[in-house]
């Protein structure tokens, strides 16, 4: 089923009418939550890459 250009403009104005937007708050929260989960991540991803550093220099000498 084909759909012509005004058509679709048409049905895309109407979903973009449904959409819900975030709050100012709650796109502060939502990146504040990430930039500290990125953190904790890194951090634990570094704690690992040590423990795996140390584990290879005592088996490799």
């Given at each position: 089923?084909k759909?012509?250009?005004?058509?679709?403009?048409?049905?895309?104005?109407?979903e973009?009418?449904?959409?819900?937007?975030?709050?100012?708050?709650?796109?502060?929260?939502g990146?504040?939550?990430?930039?500290?989960?990125?953190?904790?991540?890194?951090?634990?991803l570094?704690?690992?890459?040590?423990?795996?550093?140390?584990?290879?220099?005592?088996?490799?000498?």
């Open positions: 089923m759909t012509s250009p005004a058509q679709f403009v048409r049905q895309v104005k109407q973009i009418s449904k959409i819900t937007w975030p709050t100012r708050s709650e796109t502060v929260q990146t504040i939550t990430v930039i500290v989960m990125s953190v904790v991540l890194a951090g634990f570094f704690l690992i890459d040590l423990i795996f550093a140390y584990a290879i220099r005592l088996i490799v000498g």
